[in-house]
């Protein structure tokens, strides 16, 4: 009898705990409420199916206790069949129902005005790149590379397509405005990871990597790699800097007048 209680009271305890506490920071896109509502549905059906398997456990104990000797037993054909049935419409649904949240920033087509960005991902450090107001980047020269001269990307000095590529060492974008941010990496695999736009995707050499995604509240927070990438992987941090229109439309100007006088 004391071991059925025990269960049920562990139970109540660790489901309370789960209740009690806050999984995220603030998310500020539309992607990040979506992923939010999908992951409090997924831990309420299994957090239901965790009590009731406890409860069921300890009347089982509960009912045991009565008998003063051990019985075989061949089990519920039914029963079986209707819980691996019932499990199995849960887990597929499930499925189907996240899908579009978690494909939506990879495979959805890019919005007519969305910003383009390019990031690159190399120890231990980001960079990203604007394409100017031609909306066209420079071809990419790997000889050009050159992180102390300020090309980390190696843009080809002598295509004119590239003299007003802006390149930071942070992003910037605007509120509500799309962003199409194309993931590139230079040596080993990275991740840029998000916490408030629940954005966490590994970025590999080689490839051309896009997530989509709009961000509604102006704030500076931080990405991280969360990818163990060498021994100054604890130094790979940058931030985004999510700024109202007019102060990202001013910040671009500026930018630009500074590339003018270069």
Known sequence: MLLGILIWAVAAI?????????????AISEHARA????????????????????????????????????????????????????????????MAWST????????????????????????????FRY????????????????????NPFGADERDSAGKDDIVTA????????????ILRGRDVIHNFFVRELRLKQDVVPGMLI????????????????????GLGHHLMRTVVIVMPPGEFAAWERDAQAQLRQE
């Open 14 to 26: 660790t489901a309370a705990l789960f209740l009690a506490r806050s999984w995220f920071p603030a």
């Open 35 to 94: 992923f939010d509502t999908q992951f409090h549905l997924t831990l309420a059906m299994t957090g239901a199916m965790f009590l009731l398997a406890q409860l069921l456990l300890g009347i089982a104990i509960l009912r045991a206790r009565r008998r003063t000797k051990a019985e075989y037993s061949e089990g519920n054909t039914r029963w079986e069949i209707a819980w691996t049935l019932a499990t199995a419409a849960l887990f597929l649904g499930a």
């Open 100 to 127: 579009p949240v978690f494909t939506a920033v990879h495979l959805g087509r890019p919005r007519p005005g969305a910003l383009r960005v390019e990031a690159l991902a190399k120890q231990f450090s980001w960079n």
């Open 131 to 150: 394409p100017g107001p031609d909306g066209r980047y420079a071809r990419l020269d790997l000889k050009q590379i050159n992180d102390a001269g300020g």
């Open 170 to 181: 942070a992003l910037r974008i605007p509120a509500g405005r799309d962003v199409e941010l």
């Open 210 to 229: 896009p997530l989509r995604f709009r961000a509604d509240v102006p704030g500076t927070y931080e990405v991280a790699c969360s990818e163990l990438c």
